[in-house]
């Protein structure tokens, strides 16, 4: 008797691929229970899934090698599916430490004269608009100042220039 397709994976339950577009029951890795995080149903088997990405819209393959590591190693738990390609949770991950690092030294950066820094700054906010999300007005704001004041410097300061142009090359440019 299979249980949850402890047997055969063309026997485990849809819902564990929910959204995928398609399996292949080829690429099979057989799972260890014991190691994963589930409350009922586990993967006895991981396998190769094609998903479209919520970002670039995309499809990508999601191999059974990677669902070992999510579900076996990070522990994940075990109804997770990924809603962006790799590529695409990349930039989300360094738009995320892009905003980490704005944080931590935008308020030196509004109170001090440091070109350099707000140079810096202008790079990560550059860096946050890789992606989809937008803008609060408050950075849209400290762009556009330290822009303006990287500009109106007599250092050799270019990247004012540069960010603005990099901006509006971009998908989804803030509204500066």
């Not at 819902?15 to 409350?39: E, M, T, V």
């Not at 149903?41 to 070992?68: S, V």
């Not at 849209?140 to 822009?147: D, I, P, Q, W």
């Not at 303006?148 to 990099?166: I, Y």
């Amino acid at each position: 008797m299979d249980i949850f397709g402890d047997t055969d994976p063309k026997l485990m339950p849809r819902h564990l691929f929910g959204g995928a577009y398609q399996l292949d029951y080829a690429s099979a890795i057989r799972g260890n229970p014991a190691k994963q995080n589930f409350s009922v149903c586990p993967r006895h088997w991981y396998l190769d899934a094609i998903y479209q990405c919520g970002m670039c819209r995309e499809n990508f393959t999601w191999t059974a090698a990677e669902q070992k590591t999510w579900f076996e190693q990070w522990h994940f738990w075990i109804d997770s599916v990924p809603n962006q390609c790799p590529k695409c949770r990349k930039l989300r991950r360094d738009a995320k430490a892009a905003r980490q690092e704005y944080n931590a030294i935008v308020e030196q950066a509004r109170h001090g004269n440091d070109l350099a820094l707000k140079a810096r700054v202008l790079t990560l906010i550059d860096e946050m608009t890789t992606t989809d999300d937008q803008l609060p007005e408050k950075i849209k704001a400290t762009y556009e100042v330290f822009a303006s004041q990287l500009k109106n410097s007599k250092q050799p300061a270019d990247h004012a220039d540069k960010s603005t142009q990099k901006l509006s090359s971009k998908k989804s440019p803030p509204n500066i």
